[in-house]
């Protein structure tokens, strides 16, 4: 059997490495996940996942996870999560501490160099 899984799968990699618990509860997840979005219908599913609980050795998992969308393997960033759509222009903040905290630092700031101005001359 042919597969589009990478080399560097576990599947195809390790293909004599025994079956975790971990790795079955992983797959049953993605399994249910495809099932759920219509990607596998009843009869693929049910092959499926009676191969996943009959294989001891990780490569005959392979015909389990072909054609399974792949995981995912970052978290979305806090902004892209926010609700926003692409292209939407986020709401303005209020800047009104931030700039009286900026304009009041700076005073002091300014005033620091003119004391010891005058202090020098």
Known sequence: MTSDLPISSPYRSSPEA?????????????LNAA?????????????????????????QLVPVVTGL????TYADPAIVTSGGQ?????????????TVAVVGGLAVVVLLIVVLLVALL
């Open 18 to 30: 025994p079956v975790t618990d971990v790795e079955r509860d992983q797959l049953s997840s993605r």
């Open 35 to 59: 099932f759920t979005e219509g990607t596998l219908n009843a009869d693929d599913y049910q092959s499926r996942l009676d191969q996943l609980f009959a294989a001891q050795k990780l490569g």
């Open 69 to 72: 969308p792949p995981l995912q």
């Open 86 to 98: 692409p292209g939407q222009v986020a709401e303005s903040r209020n800047a009104s501490r931030l």
